[in-house]
């Protein structure tokens, strides 16, 4: 995956290769029809013969070009990007876009107020800097304060955007973002509505290896 990502690295323009490699890593194919989100319609070509619904390519295409458009400008101004997911099947992937990347990442529990209370959690996060190393404290208690703030721990400032990986799971994250006005980039599948995302990535948002193609293709902006 990492030698296919290098290569898309000067070819993201070439709409037939990355819609290719869309189809490959089966990114296209959304939730099961009986779940299907009525407003995420536009989206959708068809149906399965295991009765998933399938996205148009082209308009994942036209909807990561968007993204990418987005982050450009991101970037320019030194901007940084929250990434995050709370399912534990995805905590590795998370963390290792986010280090590759630089970009700050949540991988494993949500804090409540993590973004509308950042004057009190930023205070938590330099402890964690500076302290975390020197304390004595018993293994689990420390695995639990690493877990909290280790992804974190180079966000000295509320973040330009979040990505979020799951909108379902993670719908606090996406509440808190909306009331501080901070764009919202999510993988949306079909069993979901679109209507809070800022930028949307129609997609499944189920799968390890389409979720890491998505990703790695978007965040290629921010190196």
Not at 64 to 78: A, D
Not at 148 to 165: Q, Y
Not at 185 to 203: F, R, T
Request: aromatic residues 8%; contains cysteine; proline residues 4%.
């Amino acid at each position: 995956m990492s030698i296919l990502i290098k290569n898309l690295k000067n070819k993201i323009s070439k709409k037939k290769l990355i819609t290719k490699h869309l189809v490959a890593v089966k990114s296209h194919i959304g939730n099961k029809v009986e779940f299907r989100n009525s407003n995420m319609d536009e989206y959708i070509i068809g149906v399965n013969s295991t009765q998933n619904t399938i996205f148009n390519p082209n308009l994942i295409l036209t909807s990561l070009r968007r993204v990418l458009n987005f982050l450009k400008q991101l970037k320019k101004k030194s901007g940084s990007v929250l990434i995050v997911s709370t399912k534990p099947e995805f905590s590795n992937i998370i963390k290792h876009i986010g280090e590759s990347s630089s970009q700050p990442y949540v991988n494993t529990s949500w804090q409540k107020g993590l973004l509308t209370n950042w004057e009190h959690l930023c205070v938590s996060i330099k402890f964690y800097r500076l302290f975390l190393e020197r304390l004595k404290l018993k293994k689990k208690k420390k695995r639990k304060i690493y877990n909290n703030f280790h992804g974190l721990r180079t966000m000295k400032e509320l973040p330009s955007a979040v990505f979020v990986i799951d909108p379902k799971t993670d719908i606090e994250v996406i509440r808190e973002s909306k009331r501080l006005n901070i764009p919202v980039i999510s993988i949306v599948d079909s069993d979901y509505s679109y209507e809070l995302i800022d930028y949307p990535i129609p997609g499944n948002n189920n799968s390890i290896l389409s979720i890491y193609f998505l990703l790695s293709i978007v965040l290629q902006a921010l190196k």
